[in-house]
Nanobody, 124 residues
Framework: ERQLVESGGGLVQAGGSLRLSCAAV????????IGWYRQAPGKEREGVAC????????EYLESVKGRFIISSDSAENTVYLEMNSLKPEDTAVYSC?????????????????WGQGTQVTVSS
């Protein structure tokens, strides 16, 4: 069974940093697109960052460009989301997903598997 296990969320003051981790269990990320998504209370889920090694494409939500970085460690079979200069509006539950993507837009995919989500709270 494919599983994603996330860690690294927490409470941080505005301007601070956090690094989220997403580890694959039961499979490897080879051939998958990987995305980080977030959902704040009362809002729809939105894509934050994604990359596809197949299409050599990385995408970021406009509001996090220059602050967030998505990266991977194939040896650890883990994907990271480095979040810097955090703002209160970044507060949300963050989830990672692995999926197949045939698109040049790496937020689009199918046959996805999701992590359980981790809470990120940024205080002002």
């Amino acid at each position: 069974e494919r599983q994603l296990v996330e860690s690294g969320g927490g409470l941080v003051q505005a301007g601070g940093s956090l690094r989220l981790s997403c580890a694959a269990v039961g499979f490897t990320f080879d051939g998958y697109a990987i995305g980080w998504y977030r959902q704040a209370p009362g809002k729809e889920r939105e894509g934050v960052a994604c990359f596809s090694s197949t299409h050599n494409h990385t995408e970021y939500l406009e509001s996090v460009k220059g602050r967030f970085i998505i990266s991977s460690d194939s040896a650890e079979n883990t994907v990271y989301l480095e979040m810097n200069s955090l703002k209160p509006e970044d507060t949300a539950v963050y989830s990672c997903a692995a999926y197949y993507s045939d698109s040049d837009y790496c937020f689009e995919g199918y046959n996805e598997v999701w992590g359980q989500g981790t809470q990120v709270t940024v205080s002002s």
